[in-house]
């Protein structure tokens, strides 16, 4: 392991300036994922910056929107009262999630900026574009099943991990960021890049820039909202395709509103707008999901081993809006 010097903030303008006095520094929330790629010596920073004194408080305001602080634990925020009864997806994303002990020390911000569990990026014998720009990627003929089928490019096909930020995503969360040049706010789904061809640049965050806080804003009907996991096991599995959903249905039997992201299809939690626009005004039947998840994954490409999510995908889109509406899933 490179050696590293340690220091521990206890607020955003104190990190920021700790991180920017060395060239490779690095935020330490929880550890689950930052310890485990400095062991494999994929990440090397020359310092850790310690920013689990940062808020931990979440704030659940009278307009029904929620501010959730960056060092927030993970269990924490699955187990708060008005998350479960106003956004019970995000609840319930969380927990499909890792296993208790590691929910117990991630953090809200270390989540959202994981790392992918591609396995030719932890393989230090592989070709990998995202741990070695120009490398080339050996999952592209190797074993994909669980790389990308939405977004991807020849560079990379690698899937983002988390299914925190698939609810995240479907309940349009804005992040509060804090940096060298001010503060600023981004939603979550414009933080993470698409591969295209520098797979290595996985964000628009700036140079030591710090998430600070996440906002949930109001949506009375996320009540009526669920999380979808299909994974190869019951548990501590990482999924082969997730959705997180929402539905609002008139009392005629139509579509008001909705809101549905994918997990485990894209290098980035996957925001279904083209289904979402399909589905506004249309009725609440499991054969409208299906025309809506057609739409979706219209532009979908599988590799050698996991062309099935394809049509993975659409089963699940459908029977978690079937779920919500009512019906049999």
Known sequence: MTPFTYARAQDAQTAIQLAGAAPA???????TNLVDLMRETIETPDALVDVTGLSQAIEARDDGSILIGAAVKNTA??????????????????LAGASGQIRNMATVGGNI???????Y??????????RSPGAGCDAREGFNRMNAILGASDACSATHPSDMCVALAALDAT???AGAEGTRRIKLVELHRLPDDQPDIETILRPHELITAVELPALPFAARST????????????????AAAALDVAADG????VRLALGGVAPKPWRAFKAEAMLRGAPATAAAFRTAAEAELAEAVGLSGNSFKIELAKRVITATL????GGVA
């Open 254 to 257: 139509t579509i008001r509103d």
């Open 25 to 31: 520094a690095r935020y330490l929330g929880g550890g």
């Open 113 to 119: 900026l994981q790392r992918t569990r591609c396995l």
């Open 322 to 325: 079937t779920e919500l509406a």
């Open 227 to 242: 999380y979808r996991k299909v994974r190869d096991r019951a548990s501590y599995a990482f999924a082969l395709v997730s």
């Open 121 to 130: 990026f932890y393989d230090d014998a592989a070709r990998c574009n995202k």
């Open 175 to 177: 992040l509060h960021l």
């Open 77 to 94: 925020l699955a187990a708060h009262r008005a998350v479960r009864q106003h956004f019970p997806l995000l609840s319930r994303a969380i």
